[in-house]
């Protein structure tokens, strides 16, 4: 079942020749210290634990003194326990397992399940739990006295143990499973309070915009899949870096590019962004974890996953692709920053600023810098959750979403206050906060592909500096906005219950010090952890010796100008401000009220036609054709009822009597035979036995 | 002497005892027939008794048992046909139908 | 060892053979079909004493004598007390067969059976010959009896018994219901 046999040390050697790269560039061929073991051979459980959790609570959750959650924290404890004891077993041995089991064989093609544990998987794992475990022990008092407290956390064990299938799978199949799952839950999730309709609209948003890119996924999997002859990763990555050429090398294009769309969906980038910052009707525990760290996550580890198809170092496969993924990584993460600006809502800021972050990481796979997207994926899940937990908190004290309903708020929650500065701090990217040391790793590798045969790299480069200043702004704003100046609601805020508090501080401590796992020229852990994967390959990837120091120069100053620009703006006497601004800048204030007037477009491009026009013709087809087809049915079966009676009646009636008449006539005939002479009966039988004498002569 | 000669005196013997049982009206005539069979049946025994020059004798002590459960058979059937005189005072097998149905 | 019909005629044994199965084919048949119900049962008579010929020509002594003290000596006797005592009508014209619309099928049916089982006969044994022998022994008969066939033996003494013991049930008169 494991499948690392001769095929790693055959890479290995493949790997360790592969001439361009040299030894500096990432040919980071590990030997793998534990490649079977209890530890690995069980890590299955990390993905079976939190659904079966799931299904336990919604069978028993009502009757258990924490009303299920102690199973679902249960779970995800486990998942994060685990994890963090994989994490650091990868890091100090490296771990390269695929544990299968076969489950069906279609034709040619068989169907595993399985789990991986390499590198990318247990870093996903080590997320995927500890900011797991940190929001549902969150969720346990900011859910308190939900109306439908224990479905919750069915939905969110669901989604965990999703989440777990998606990072897990070896293979096509089970990646869409969990992705799949995932959506389910977001669906769930999001509609959490469908007692509102916009809740629903929203979920229904999200589910809809996420199967349009998912059509375009199954299609790339299926064009992947067939070319190659199997789902599995490690097939389609052998053929790769094997360079064979062949039907996967011919579609390579477009499985990418579609693959690529489904991975847009899903992470939220531009146009598909539509959907998430409608997703933050759910509940904030939902967002932190969903739709901030882990889910929205999924495309961006897609595309790792399938990254040397990507990054195509021989130029037969998928390579072309990339250019389209920084440009539309490039483009979500610039416009969408000048959304969160005019947001008062601060779910909503936050909501743009995870898609503008996407954006980032996205940017970085198409300029094949797998480290430094996977990096920003990482450090982002701490801040971002931290922020968002954050801000729940803020919205749990004063029952406003809104930011006009908060304001100086740092003297009366004083815990939520520094953790959501560490967040921000973290998320605008300081030194030596998480998000300096990602968002700079990012920037230099764009600037290398931009140098080494990716020429739009430089201008996404540029987009991207840009981005790190609108960033910075928004986020000057939201704090300015919320913790500063006066208070304009008119509840009564009060610090967040420990069970709120302690996971921000956690997530506080995640923030700071997740950066440094990765600092070039110094510590490069991440990468080498990265670097264990099935099947295991160098991936190619440019890595940095140090820091590229016009990148951090530059970065850093247009941060802080940001943030004293943003201060000037915002920090005295916030609520004119924004009535100025709007005054100021209508033209581009009304754009980015209006979202781009992409929600619009799609209402008025695909939405309404189908509400509209394409439901009267649906309508119709169902009155006439359809509801024609079924009461045509409706008459012929009663016409067919009434012949088959007719039959029933004439025919089996009629055969019954007949057998009866028959049977009574034939005893008639028959009585006559007893005639009561024995001589008869004697004769009779003697006739038997001449026959049955010939019968034998015979035979 | 051929086998096949006393197998067919006895094959002759059983079917006109048959023709006897069908026939006959009155039961003693009947028991007489069926005598006929049983007669048949003891010289096709006896026969291949010495065609196959048995050791045993099994043909020949066979129809020894079959002579006595013969007479045996027609001691009870005489006893029966006077029963049966003294409750329907008649031995014509036709009039003997109360069993008809 | 098969034989040929003229062979057949050589051998003096098959004429004697003739000589007796002949008249006992006549007998039988005359008992099937007399219409006198004594002469039918003498013509039995003459049947089993053919039939008892053949067992002497068979060497099979003891069986022979056996037909003769049995069957001639005492069944025939069974069958004229009964036909004594019920009264059958005696005489020639006595209508002692069913008539003629069951002669016919009757008859149909003993001569398919005959046919059959004779066409069995010779497809099977077709001229086969009885090799010489030697009489069977009393002795030897009666040695086999209680030996091998002790069993057999005590079980037909039992059947004879019971043969007794149920003809004199029947035939006692019904006795008086005690009131």
Same mark, same amino acid.
């Given at each position: 079942?494991?499948?690392?046999?001769?095929?790693?040390?055959?890479?290995?050697?493949?790997?360790?020749?592969?001439?361009?790269?040299?030894?500096?560039?990432?040919?980071?061929?590990?030997?793998?210290?534990?490649?079977?073991?209890?530890?690995?051979?069980?890590?299955?459980?990390?993905?079976?634990?939190p659904?079966?959790?799931?299904?336990?609570?919604?069978?028993?959750?009502?009757?258990?003194?924490?009303?299920?959650?102690?199973?679902?924290?249960?779970?995800?404890?486990?998942?994060?326990?685990?994890?963090?004891?994989?994490f650091?077993?990868?890091?100090?041995?490296?771990i390269?397992?695929?544990?299968?089991?076969?489950?069906?064989?279609?034709?040619?093609?068989?169907?595993?399940?399985?789990?991986?544990?390499?590198?990318?998987?247990?870093?996903?794992?080590?997320?995927?739990?500890?900011?797991?475990?940190?929001?549902?022990?969150y969720?346990?008092?900011?859910?308190?006295?939900?109306?439908?407290?224990?479905?919750?956390?069915?939905?969110f064990?669901?989604?965990?143990?999703?989440?777990?299938?998606?990072?897990?799978?070896?293979?096509?199949?089970?990646?869409?499973?969990g992705?799949?799952?995932?959506?389910?839950?977001?669906?769930?999730?999001?509609?959490?309070?469908?007692?509102?309709?916009?809740?629903?609209?929203?979920?229904?948003?999200?589910?809809?915009?996420?199967k349009?890119?998912?059509?375009?996924?199954?299609?790339?999997?299926?064009?992947?899949?067939?070319?190659?002859?199997?789902?599995?990763?490690?097939?389609?990555?052998?053929?790769?870096?094997?360079?064979?050429a062949?039907?996967?090398?011919?579609?390579?294009?477009?499985?990418?590019?579609?693959?690529?769309?489904?991975?847009?969906?899903?992470?939220?980038?531009?146009p598909?962004?539509?959907?998430?910052?409608?997703?933050?009707?759910?509940?904030?525990?939902?967002?932190?974890?969903?739709?901030?760290?882990?889910m929205?996550t999924?495309?961006?580890?897609?595309?790792?996953?399938?990254?040397?198809?990507?990054?195509?170092v021989?130029?037969?496969?998928?390579?072309?692709?990339?250019?389209?993924?920084?440009?539309?990584g490039?483009?979500t993460?610039?416009?969408?920053?000048?959304?969160?600006?005019?947001?008062?809502?601060?779910?909503?800021?936050?909501a743009y600023?995870?898609?503008?972050?996407?954006?980032?990481?996205?940017?970085?796979?198409?300029?094949?810098?797998?480290?430094?997207?996977?990096?920003?994926?990482?450090?982002?899940?701490?801040?971002?959750?931290?922020?968002?937990?954050g801000?729940?908190?803020?919205?749990h004290?004063v029952?406003?979403?809104?930011?006009?309903?908060?304001?100086?708020?740092?003297?009366?929650?004083?815990?939520t206050?520094?953790?959501?500065?560490?967040?921000?701090?973290?998320?605008?990217?300081?030194?030596?906060?998480?998000?300096?040391?990602?968002?700079?790793?990012?920037?230099?590798?764009?600037?290398?592909?931009g140098?080494?045969?990716?020429?739009?790299a430089?201008?996404?480069?540029?987009?991207?500096?840009?981005?790190?200043?609108?960033?910075?702004?928004?986020?000057?704003?939201?704090v300015a906005?919320?913790?500063?100046?006066?208070?304009?609601?008119?509840?009564?805020?009060?610090?967040?219950?420990?069970?709120?508090?302690?996971?921000?501080?956690?997530?506080?401590?995640?923030?700071?010090?997740?950066?440094?796992?990765?600092?070039?020229?110094?510590?490069?852990?991440?990468?080498?952890w990265?670097?264990?994967?099935?099947?295991?390959?160098?991936?190619?990837?440019?890595?940095?010796?140090?820091?590229?120091?016009?990148?951090?120069?530059?970065?850093?100053?247009?941060?802080?100008?940001?943030?004293?620009?943003?201060?000037?703006v915002?920090?005295?006497d916030?609520?004119?401000?924004?009535?100025?601004?709007?005054?100021?800048?209508?033209?581009?204030?009304?754009?980015?009220?209006?979202?781009?007037?992409?929600?619009?477009?799609?209402?008025?491009?695909?939405?309404?036609?189908?509400?509209?026009?394409?439901?009267?013709?649906?309508?119709?087809?169902?009155?006439?054709?359809?509801?024609?087809?079924?009461n045509?049915?409706?008459?012929?079966a009663?016409?067919?009822?009434?012949g088959?009676?007719a039959?029933?009646?004439?025919?089996?009636?009629?055969?019954?009597?007949?057998?009866?008449?028959?049977?009574g006539?034939?005893?008639?005939?028959?009585?006559?035979?007893?005639?009561?002479?024995?001589?008869?009966?004697?004769?009779?039988?003697?006739?038997?036995?001449?026959?049955?004498?010939?019968?034998?002569?015979?035979? | 002497?051929?086998?096949v000669?006393?197998?067919?005196?006895?094959?002759?013997?059983?079917?006109?005892?048959?023709?006897?049982?069908?026939?006959?009206?009155?039961?003693?005539?009947?028991?007489?027939?069926?005598?006929?069979?049983?007669?048949?049946?003891?010289?096709?025994?006896?026969?291949?008794?010495?065609?196959?020059?048995?050791?045993?004798?099994?043909?020949?002590?066979?129809?020894?048992?079959?002579?006595?459960?013969?007479?045996?058979?027609?001691?009870?059937?005489?006893?029966?046909?006077?029963?049966?005189?003294?409750?329907?005072?008649?031995?014509?097998?036709?009039?003997?139908?109360?069993?008809?149905? | 060892?098969?034989v040929?019909?003229?062979?057949?005629?050589?051998?003096?044994?098959?004429?004697a053979?003739?000589?007796?199965?002949i008249?006992?084919?006549?007998?039988?048949?005359?008992?099937?079909?007399?219409?006198?119900?004594?002469?039918? @049962?003498l013509?039995? #008579?003459?049947?089993? /004493?053919?039939?008892? +010929?053949?067992?002497?020509?068979?060497? %099979?002594? *003891?069986?022979?004598?056996?037909?003769?003290?049995?069957?001639?000596?005492?069944?025939?006797?069974?069958?004229?007390?009964?036909?004594?005592?019920?009264?059958?009508?005696?005489?020639?014209?006595?209508?002692?067969?069913h008539?003629?619309?069951?002669?016919?099928?009757?008859?149909?049916l003993?001569? @398919?059976?005959f046919? #059959?089982?004779?066409? /069995?006969?010779?497809? +099977?044994?077709?001229?086969?010959a009885? %090799?010489? *022998?030697?009489?069977?022994s009393t002795?030897?008969?009666?040695?086999?009896i209680f030996?091998?066939?002790?069993?057999?033996f005590?079980?037909?003494?039992?059947?004879?018994?019971?043969?007794?013991?149920?003809?004199i049930?029947?035939?006692?008169?019904?006795?008086?219901?005690?009131s």
């Amino acid at each position: 079942m494991t499948r690392i046999t001769t095929l790693a040390h055959q890479l290995i050697a493949a790997a360790a020749e592969t001439g361009e790269h040299g030894a500096e560039e990432g040919a980071h061929a590990i030997e793998p210290g534990i490649v079977d073991g209890p530890l690995v051979e069980l890590a299955w459980l990390i993905v079976v634990v939190p659904l079966v959790a799931a299904f336990l609570i919604a069978f028993f959750g009502k009757k258990l003194p924490m009303k299920g959650w102690e199973l679902s924290f249960g779970s995800i404890a486990f998942v994060g326990v685990y994890g963090t004891v994989l994490f650091f077993v990868n890091a100090t041995e490296g771990i390269v397992y695929e544990g299968t089991l076969e489950v069906a064989k279609l034709g040619s093609y068989v169907i595993e399940w399985g789990w991986m544990v390499d590198g990318l998987s247990i870093m996903m794992y080590f997320l995927v739990g500890v900011v797991g475990t940190l929001v549902f022990m969150y969720a346990k008092g900011y859910m308190h006295g939900d109306i439908r407290y224990t479905w919750f956390f069915v939905s969110f064990s669901l989604f965990a143990g999703g989440m777990l299938v998606l990072v897990s799978a070896p293979n096509l199949i089970q990646l869409i499973v969990g992705w799949e799952l995932v959506g389910v839950a977001s669906y769930l999730l999001i509609g959490h309070y469908w007692e509102d309709f916009a809740n629903v609209d929203a979920a229904n948003k999200a589910f809809m915009v996420n199967k349009v890119a998912d059509a375009a996924l199954f299609l790339g999997a299926i064009i992947m899949a067939v070319s190659v002859g199997s789902f599995s990763f490690d097939a389609v990555l052998d053929v790769v870096v094997n360079g064979e050429a062949g039907a996967l090398s011919q579609y390579a294009f477009w499985a990418g590019l579609l693959i690529f769309i489904g991975a847009m969906g899903k992470s939220a980038q531009f146009p598909l962004h539509v959907w998430l910052p409608d997703a933050m009707a759910g509940p904030t525990p939902v967002s932190a974890l969903m739709h901030a760290a882990t889910m929205v996550t999924a495309g961006v580890y897609l595309l790792g996953r399938l990254f040397p198809f990507y990054l195509d170092v021989s130029g037969m496969f998928a390579g072309d692709v990339r250019n389209i993924i920084i440009i539309v990584g490039g483009l979500t993460l610039f416009l969408t920053g000048f959304i969160a600006i005019v947001q008062d809502d601060i779910k909503k800021v936050l909501a743009y600023s995870t898609v503008s972050q996407l954006g980032y990481m996205i940017a970085a796979m198409g300029a094949g810098a797998y480290t430094a997207g996977l990096f920003h994926l990482f450090t982002h899940a701490f801040f971002k959750a931290l922020l968002f937990l954050g801000a729940g908190s803020l919205i749990h004290a004063v029952h406003s979403n809104n930011m006009s309903d908060m304001g100086g708020l740092r003297k009366k929650m004083p815990i939520t206050f520094w953790t959501f500065m560490i967040g921000t701090v973290a998320l605008v990217g300081i030194f030596p906060f998480a998000g300096f040391f990602s968002k700079d790793e990012i920037l230099a590798s764009m600037k290398y592909a931009g140098g080494h045969g990716q020429g739009v790299a430089n201008f996404i480069l540029v987009l991207g500096i840009l981005g790190a200043f609108v960033t910075a702004f928004y986020m000057t704003r939201a704090v300015a906005l919320t913790f500063f100046g006066e208070y304009k609601g008119t509840a009564h805020p009060h610090e967040s219950p420990k069970s709120m508090a302690y996971p921000l501080i956690g997530l506080s401590f995640f923030a700071i010090t997740a950066g440094w796992v990765n600092i070039p020229g110094v510590y490069t852990g991440f990468t080498d952890w990265l670097a264990t994967r099935v099947p295991l390959t160098g991936i190619g990837d440019h890595h940095p010796e140090g820091f590229d120091w016009p990148i951090v120069i530059i970065s850093s100053l247009t941060v802080l100008l940001a943030v004293f620009i943003g201060w000037r703006v915002y920090g005295k006497d916030a609520e004119t401000q924004i009535a100025r601004d709007r005054i100021r800048i209508p033209g581009l204030w009304t754009l980015w009220e209006n979202k781009y007037y992409i929600d619009d477009l799609y209402m008025s491009g695909v939405v309404r036609p189908i509400m509209g026009p394409v439901a009267r013709v649906v309508l119709w087809v169902d009155m006439n054709l359809v509801d024609g087809i079924a009461n045509g049915v409706g008459v012929g079966a009663l016409g067919l009822a009434k012949g088959v009676q007719a039959i029933d009646t004439a025919v089996i009636d009629g055969a019954y009597n007949a057998t009866g008449a028959g049977t009574g006539g034939a005893g008639t005939i028959l009585r006559k035979s007893f005639t009561g002479r024995v001589q008869q009966y004697a004769a009779f039988s003697f006739v038997g036995v001449i026959v049955i004498a010939v019968l034998f002569i015979i035979f | 002497m051929t086998l096949v000669q006393f197998l067919i005196v006895g094959a002759a013997l059983f079917s006109m005892g048959l023709y006897g049982v069908i026939t006959r009206k009155n039961a003693v005539l009947i028991l007489a027939s069926v005598e006929l069979m049983l007669a048949a049946v003891n010289i096709n025994l006896v026969t291949f008794d010495v065609y196959l020059q048995d050791v045993l004798h099994s043909g020949q002590i066979f129809s020894l048992f079959i002579i006595a459960l013969a007479a045996a058979e027609v001691g009870i059937g005489i006893a029966i046909i006077l029963m049966i005189f003294r409750n329907q005072r008649t031995a014509d097998v036709d009039e003997l139908t109360l069993m008809k149905g | 060892m098969t034989v040929t019909v003229s062979d057949f005629f050589r051998e003096s044994a098959n004429w004697a053979f003739l000589v007796i199965a002949i008249p006992t084919l006549y007998a039988g048949w005359r008992t099937v079909s007399s219409n006198n119900i004594v002469r039918a @049962v003498l013509y039995l #008579v003459v049947a089993l /004493g053919g039939s008892a +010929a053949l067992f002497f020509m068979l060497g %099979a002594e *003891f069986v022979g004598w056996t037909v003769v003290l049995v069957y001639i000596g005492a069944v025939i006797i069974l069958f004229l007390i009964g036909i004594m005592i019920t009264r059958a009508p005696l005489g020639q014209e006595a209508d002692l067969s069913h008539d003629r619309n069951v002669k016919a099928p009757a008859a149909l049916l003993s001569t @398919v059976m005959f046919g #059959v089982i004779t066409w /069995g006969l010779l497809d +099977a044994f077709s001229n086969e010959a009885i %090799a010489p *022998f030697e009489p069977t022994s009393t002795n030897e008969l009666s040695l086999l009896i209680f030996d091998r066939f002790v069993i057999p033996f005590e079980v037909v003494s039992f059947v004879l018994l019971a043969a007794l013991i149920g003809g004199i049930a029947l035939a006692r008169k019904d006795e008086e219901v005690a009131s």
